[in-house]
């Protein structure tokens, strides 16, 4: 069979429409595709959408003890709008772009990320659990590294421990399991620390400007510096109906997963090998 017939008939066999997680963990991170701080097509949505509704699945569990996010500033304004928020479910305004162009960036970033999370923010007003802010103004290598030590500091500041289980919300390449650069991802920190975790990614079937579709996958064999249109797999064809959550390395049969055979095409690491379950969600 074909790498994509492999694949549909490994999710037909290994899917699920909820989210069960058997793997012992203690923290489950779950990697979304930012949607654009900017967006007046409303088009990326659903990867907010659909990161929102897992983490709310996953709520329903009461064994998780706490809620980290990227979108959840460490320090700040914004940290005190999280406070305010779970206090008195107070929401910044929604920064409208034809009106608040000169806001300044901390006011912006403050108004989109906290209403980005708000739905998960009322729901924690409602079933309190500890809320980890994490997000940094650091980039590039520095990031991971900075947001695995501010969920350090949470966690120590909140009396927890590597036993007590909770979530995260990060970037993609923060919750997986091997490297995209030179250096180690969040989880990889979080894991040398003794937290034990399990990585779940969400793909949706957006299109981002620059033509990359979210769901795209290629064979571990392709020259990943020129993907050709014929090299590519869209993971969200696969399926009818969504969403739905897959264990990306199940043996398949006699074999392996063919997970094991197929990159999201930033790295030549397999989506099996950089997560442990994915989650496929269509806008409709």
Known sequence: MALSDDLKD???????????IPDQHVVVIVGETHAPT???????????????????????DPKYRYYGSEYLDNKGPERRSVRQFLRDGIAPPRYDPSKDSGIGDVEKKRRIFLNRQAP??????????????VATDATGSARDARMAMHFFEEIKDRKLNHTVPGILLVG??????TPYDSWQTMRMILEKHGFQCVSIQIITDYTSSDGV??????SIDTKLDDIKPADIIRLTSLVSDT????????QWGTQPSPFRKVTHGYS?????????????????
């Open 213 to 218: 579709a979210d769901d795209r996958v290629v």
């Open 120 to 133: 998960i923010l009322e729901n924690l007003r409602e079933h309190p659990r500890y809320v980890l802010p």
């Open 38 to 60: 900017e967006d007046t097509t409303g088009k990326s949505a659903v990867r907010t959408n659909s990161s929102t509704r897992l983490v709310q699945e996953l709520l329903f």
């Open 172 to 177: 993609a390449f923060h919750a997986a399991k």
């Open 243 to 250: 969403p739905v959550t897959i264990p990306t390395d199940n």
């Open 10 to 20: 490994y999710i037909a066999k290994n899917s699920d429409t909820k989210t069960a």
């Open 268 to 284: 030549k690491s397999s989506v099996a090998e950089q997560y442990d379950y994915i989650v496929l969600e269509k806008a409709s």
